[in-house]
């Protein structure tokens, strides 16, 4: 007969390779082969611990174990660690393993009443809880077993709890009082609440508990003892237990401190011996931790328990020792690199100011290095570095000899960046190429200026020399060393400067010509702006990185006036983009205007014809703006009041039809003198930004005429 063969089929209908009935029946089976793993093995730590296998010993040698501690306090602990422990110890065939280490116990407390177990004994007397005065978690053991009353070691506590009506004493006289007593319990001993004295003669109950009895008395007195007669039998029993429990707690407390202060004379001839600290030892060694386990289960530390850990403390000390060596000389360091940087403000706050380069190159100074120190480890203790620098002769002038020489290097690489390599003149009258005016440079690193020339958006001599990158997470060292080749100039605002000198007839060799372009004030105006647009020489620098070649011309002082009807508020870009709490009301004030849209009003109000030649448009704006009649100013009006702004919408309106991403002073005009923004705030109340305060008014007046017409 033929071999049967059968198809097995894949769920989606495809055949797999058949195979002969014969060898899937007869034959030994066939080895599985092994699965690749697809998973990376992960190597584990040499120092990882293995299986527990504390819980798998068999119950008599956990109880040879548990004998040893001589304490049922730690029996307990073990019985908390898990359930396999927690139920293998309070099984009743591990009674003995509780009653043995009770009685070891160094002082053994009295036998329990038949009410209790020996794992509920052991909770009932060393187990902490909660104190009823202050609600902290305490350790402490009851304070009144009697009463099964638990304070904190607090001595707050206890006297709150004393006098705070939660006792009462008991009154002998009443009827009720006696038969209450024989059913109640009541605080063991008046020692209980030492050493406040509270119930020194009589018993001492809870108040609460008193009242819930003298309640169930007063229903029906005459029955009262028939029916709490086993109460009453369990409460005898139970006092004369808690009794004997307090004076094992007083035996207890006295041998603790008995143990507690030889241990420590111990401690101290040992610290004096081998010449250790006596509080370093306790608290950072491994003898504290022996020391204070010693104390809590009632025995001596003997020479035998130290010497044991002798290596350990000796070690530990030794690290202890080093670690404060480190910090101090850490702390010495910070302290020497604090005093450079004061040093450091200092000679910045000088006048006439004195280009320095940054911090953390100044710090690397031959002279500055050497007081302040290259790092903690060559710090052994602080020294007054900031007076060094400034009172001791020799050196300030090594100092200011290592500061000349940095700052010749510097103008030789920067001047080599502006293309003045190797300058040199005889002239004691022509300038250094990187102390003209034209001498322009940015950071091609981080591209990032300081406050102070935020608004040139570039850097000159100085600023290049403690120009220090911002923001960068890597290569922070870098910062440390300067080089001239992370700057380039200027090109757009070198190129603006060079056109205004010319204009004006300075040549930037020589120091004067600052004090020219200085003169200029509003008298330059930007064709490259759709509409002009006035700029100073101190924001033409800034305002050419606008224009890929910005054009200017001058103008005459009368044809300002008609691009500066609305006075220039110095800095106030700046004020409003600050982090007051009072600048968010400011930017929101409805009082700004478009400049740019102003001038564009302004040319389209012209009257006289385009045939007109340039002196005598000029003389036309002038009689124009000159007139005095009311339907031009009041038409004027008008129109300037449509431009209002708050400052973040104009922001937008000069982003979205001028291109202007960041607003400057001469794009923005103010309605209203910021002055009566303050005003308003001084008076205690919201104003509406349209209010106008007659007091003001007359202020803004008197302040200019181009403001009357708003």
């Not at 007397?125 to 009144?144: I, P, Q, R, W």
């Not at 024989?182 to 108040?207: I, M, Q, W």
């Not at 709490?581 to 400049?595: D, F, L, Q, S």
């Not at 030649?613 to 009041?641: C, P, T």
């Amino acid at each position: 007969m033929a071999p049967v063969s059968t198809n097995l089929g894949t769920p989606d209908g495809h055949e797999t390779t058949a195979i002969p009935a014969e060898s899937r029946t007869n034959g030994p089976r066939a080895k599985k082969l092994p699965r690749a793993s697809t998973k990376q093995d992960i190597p584990t730590a040499p120092d990882e611990p293995g299986r527990c296998l504390f819980d798998k010993l068999p119950l008599e040698l956990l109880a040879e174990i548990l004998l040893f501690t001589e304490s049922p306090k730690d029996v307990l602990a073990v019985a908390r660690c898990s359930k396999f422990f927690c139920a293998t110890l309070l099984n009743p065939s591990a009674r003995f393993i509780w009653k043995a280490a009770r009685i070891a116990y160094p002082i053994p407390p009295p036998e329990p009443l038949s009410t209790f177990t020996e794992a509920s004994y052991a909770a009932f007397l060393f187990d902490g809880g909660t104190c009823e005065v202050c609600g902290k978690t305490t350790d402490a053991m009851y304070t009144s077993f009697g009463i099964r009353l638990r304070l904190c070691r607090n001595h707050q506590c206890v006297v709150r709890f004393a006098t705070g009506g939660e006792l009462r004493t008991s009154n002998t006289v009443l009827m009720h009082d006696l038969k209450i007593r024989r059913c109640l319990p009541y605080a063991e001993s008046h020692r209980c609440f030492l050493p406040h004295r509270v119930g020194y003669n009589s018993d001492l109950y809870r108040t609460k508990d008193w009242l819930h009895e003298l309640h169930d008395c007063a229903v029906n007195p005459e029955e009262y003892l028939t029916r709490n007669k086993s109460k009453i039998s369990y409460v005898a029993a139970y006092m004369k237990f808690s009794k004997s429990l307090f004076e094992w707690k007083e035996i207890r407390q006295a041998a603790y401190k008995s143990i507690e202060d030889a241990n420590k004379k111990f401690a101290e001839k040992l610290a004096e011996k081998y010449g250790y600290n006596y509080w370093d030892m306790m608290n950072s060694t491994p003898y504290g931790e022996l020391h204070r386990h010693k104390n809590r289960r009632i025995e001596n530390v003997t020479q035998k328990d130290y010497d044991g850990v002798a290596s350990e403390v000796d070690a530990a000390l030794s690290r202890l020792a080093e670690t404060r060596k480190r910090k101090a000389r850490e702390s010495a360091y910070m302290e020497n690199r604090e005093g450079v940087a004061q040093h450091y403000q200092r000679l910045r706050s000088q006048q006439p100011p004195v280009i320095l380069p940054s911090l953390p190159v100044f710090r690397r100074l031959p002279i500055v290095a050497m007081l302040q120190g290259s790092g903690p480890s060559t710090v052994e203790q602080p020294s007054n570095v900031s007076a060094t620098l400034k009172n001791e002769k020799w050196v300030i002038k090594r100092l200011d000899l290592e500061l000349k020489q940095w700052r010749e290097r510097a103008r030789k690489d920067l001047g080599a960046v502006l293309g003045y390599p190797d300058w040199s003149t005889a002239s004691t009258k022509v300038l250094h190429p990187v102390d003209r005016i034209t001498a322009r440079f940015l950071c091609k690193v981080c591209s990032k200026v300081a406050l102070r020339y935020r608004d040139d958006e570039c850097l000159d001599f100085a600023g290049a020399c403690a120009h220090q990158c911002r923001g960068r997470k890597k290569d922070r060292r870098e910062d440390e060393v300067w080089k001239a080749e992370r700057f380039v100039k200027d090109e757009k605002a070198i190129a603006v400067l060079s056109k205004l000198l010319h204009l004006c007839g300075a040549d930037a060799q020589f120091a004067d010509a600052a004090t020219k372009l200085a003169a200029l004030e509003d008298t330059i105006l930007c064709t490259s702006c759709e509409h002009g647009l006035l700029v100073n020489p101190k924001s033409i620098i800034g305002h050419s990185h606008r224009h890929e070649n910005m054009e200017i011309k001058l103008v005459s002082d009368i044809e300002g006036e008609l691009y500066f009807q609305y006075p220039r508020v110095r800095g106030l870009v700046r004020s409003l983009n600050g982090l007051e709490r009072h600048v968010k009301a400011m930017r929101e004030w409805v009082n700004y205007g478009c400049r740019h849209c102003l001038n564009e009003l302004r040319l389209r109000e012209r009257k006289a014809g385009a045939a007109l030649d340039e002196a005598d448009q000029l003389s036309a704006d002038v009689a124009y703006w000159a007139s005095e009649g009311y339907e031009r100013r009041r038409r004027w009006n008008e129109k300037v009041q449509k431009m209002k702004f708050s400052f973040n919408g104009l922001s937008s309106h000069l982003k979205a039809k001028h291109g202007v991403d960041e607003p400057r002073d001469e794009d923005i005009f103010v309605f209203r003198p910021l002055e009566d923004f303050k005003i308003d705030r001084s008076n205690g109340r919201k104003r509406g930004p349209d209010e106008v305060d007659s007091s003001s008014t007359s202020v803004k007046k008197a302040r200019t005429s181009d403001t009357e017409l708003v």
